[in-house]
């Protein structure tokens, strides 16, 4: 793995090398019992993150349905002077919209539900290989660089989830992308399925700088399986599971920023600890994260992060995110009966893993490429519905 250089120097050698290397992540902000977002608790860590000197803010037009937007307005725009934070935002075209017109709608209601009046950082949403052809069949492209020219968008790029070789044709047809979001982390540098050291390469080997995404990935690195926290506590028992994920990723050469989703106060705080005056992992860490990636390795687990944009369009309801948590508590942790009564409470009221009728929409919209309908088999013959 390619760590950063110090170069001692005041200029950047890399687009975005000065911008502090964690970021606020808003797809999973803290919830109330209703489901809505937890404003108050919002507040106090968008306070907690601003007074700690970090000030990238990540979110999206279908985060939330909208809701994230929304909580960026009144946590964090109308109570921060507005050059005292950078923003980033993104258009969807595979969800919300159904044509040219719609699509580049989104990039309005972005700005009215933010009242950023303008957005730092603004991407072309989750390019995968069923979608990313209608971002130039839409002409989204020339979309963004026009409202770059206008003012409105200060830098521009995309999130990615395909393999190298969709990104490094997208890359080559457009050179003039400043930055690239990329899902990174320790557990899938060498997944097959996510190619993160690849896309990463392809991604330095075109110049371009990365806002790291999922470096916790989803949630389950800040609790990895026994053969992983072993390997973590007997090199640092201080250290957060979470900690060792973010600094991983936040240790790469190019890399802008790392985003952490925070759900809660304590998480706030955590990430804080370590991430206000960030270190790169020492050649001791870094040893110990390369006997983690192959304790891993043989843990057959669900790769999902509980994204939920497989939901959205299931024709059943399945809530396939907790089903496959469900499953993972037997998988990964050996939890037997806990796997099958959070089995029971997911599918309480809604779809069952066996009404899958594989039609295929949320493969298409899975970013983790996972093979949903027969993980959904697996989970119908192992829980019996």
Same mark, same amino acid.
């Given at each position: 793995?390619?760590?950063?250089?110090?170069?001692?120097?005041?200029?950047?050698?890399?687009?975005?090398?000065?911008?502090?290397?964690?970021?606020?992540?808003?797809?999973?902000?803290?919830?109330?019992?209703?489901?809505?977002?937890?404003?108050?608790?919002?507040?106090?860590?968008?306070?907690?993150?601003?007074?700690?000197?970090?000030?990238?803010?990540?979110?999206?037009?279908?985060?939330?349905?909208?809701?994230?937007?929304?909580?960026?307005?009144?946590?964090?725009?109308?109570?921060?002077?507005?050059?005292?934070?950078?923003?980033?935002?993104?258009?969807?075209?595979?969800?919300?919209?159904?044509?040219?017109?719609?699509?580049?709608?989104?990039?309005?209601?972005?700005?009215?539900?933010?009242?950023?009046?303008?957005?730092?950082?603004?991407?072309?949403?989750?390019?995968?290989?069923?979608?990313?052809?209608?971002?130039?069949?839409?002409?989204?492209?020339?979309?963004?660089?026009?409202?770059?020219?206008?003012?409105?968008?200060?830098?521009?790029?995309?999130?990615?989830?395909?393999?190298?070789?969709?990104?490094?044709?997208?890359?080559?047809?457009?050179?003039?992308?400043?930055?690239?979001?990329?899902?990174?982390?320790?557990?899938?540098?060498?997944?097959?399925?996510?190619?993160?050291?690849?896309?990463?390469?392809?991604?330095?080997?075109?110049?371009?700088?990365?806002?790291?995404?999922?470096?916790?990935?989803?949630?389950?690195?800040?609790?990895?399986? +026994?053969?992983? %926290?072993?390997?973590?506590?007997?090199?640092? *028992?201080? =250290?957060?599971? $979470? !900690?060792?994920? @973010?600094?991983?990723?936040?240790?790469?050469?190019?890399?802008?920023?790392?985003?952490?989703?925070?759900?809660?106060?304590?998480?706030?705080?955590?990430?804080?600890?370590?991430?206000?005056?960030?270190?790169?992992?020492?050649?001791?860490?870094?040893?110990?994260?390369?006997?983690?990636?192959?304790?891993?390795?043989?843990?057959?687990?669900?790769?999902?992060?509980?994204?939920?944009?497989?939901?959205?369009?299931?024709?059943?309801?399945?809530?396939?995110?907790?089903?496959?948590?469900?499953?993972?508590?037997?998988?990964?942790?050996?939890?037997? +009966?806990?796997? %099958?009564?959070?089995?029971?409470?997911?599918? *309480?009221? =809604?779809?069952? $893993? !066996?009404?899958? @009728?594989?039609?295929?929409?949320?493969?298409?919209?899975?970013?983790?490429?996972?093979?949903?309908?027969?993980?959904?088999?697996?989970?119908?013959?192992?829980?019996?519905?």
């Amino acid at each position: 793995m390619v760590f950063m250089e110090r170069m001692g120097m005041d200029m950047e050698h890399y687009f975005g090398e000065a911008t502090p290397k964690l970021g606020f992540g808003l797809m999973r902000l803290p919830k109330e019992a209703s489901g809505k977002i937890d404003i108050e608790q919002t507040k106090k860590m968008v306070d907690l993150f601003m007074r700690a000197g970090l000030n990238y803010f990540d979110t999206a037009y279908v985060y939330d349905s909208g809701d994230s937007e929304r909580a960026a307005k009144e946590a964090l725009v109308d109570r921060y002077p507005r050059e005292s934070f950078t923003l980033a935002t993104k258009l969807c075209v595979w969800m919300g919209a159904h044509n040219e017109e719609t699509a580049k709608q989104q990039f309005y209601t972005s700005l009215e539900r933010t009242g950023a009046g303008y957005f730092d950082y603004y991407l072309l949403h989750a390019l995968q290989a069923g979608n990313y052809k209608t971002y130039d069949k839409y002409h989204i492209w020339d979309f963004v660089k026009e409202q770059k020219a206008k003012g409105l968008i200060r830098h521009w790029g995309f999130s990615f989830h395909a393999t190298p070789d969709i990104l490094d044709e997208i890359l080559t047809a457009h050179p003039d992308a400043e930055f690239v979001q990329l899902q990174l982390n320790y557990a899938d540098w060498e997944n097959p399925d996510v190619t993160a050291r690849e896309n990463y390469e392809v991604a330095r080997k075109h110049g371009k700088s990365i806002v790291v995404m999922e470096p916790v990935k989803g949630g389950a690195l800040a609790d990895p399986p +026994e053969a992983v %926290r072993k390997i973590f506590d007997e090199t640092d *028992s201080a =250290a957060s599971y $979470a !900690s060792w994920a @973010i600094r991983y990723a936040a240790s790469l050469d190019g890399i802008i920023t790392v985003l952490s989703g925070m759900s809660n106060v304590a998480q706030m705080e955590d990430n804080l600890s370590y991430m206000k005056n960030f270190k790169a992992l020492n050649g001791q860490e870094q040893a110990a994260v390369r006997k983690a990636q192959e304790a891993i390795t043989g843990i057959k687990s669900i790769p999902c992060t509980a994204c939920h944009y497989c939901t959205a369009g299931c024709p059943k309801k399945i809530p396939i995110p907790e089903i496959f948590e469900a499953r993972n508590k037997q998988l990964v942790w050996g939890q037997l +009966e806990e796997g %099958r009564a959070a089995y029971e409470k997911a599918v *309480s009221g =809604a779809g069952s $893993a !066996s009404d899958c @009728i594989a039609c295929g929409q949320c493969e298409r919209a899975c970013p983790q490429q996972i093979n949903v309908t027969e993980r959904l088999k697996d989970c119908a013959g192992v829980f019996g519905k």
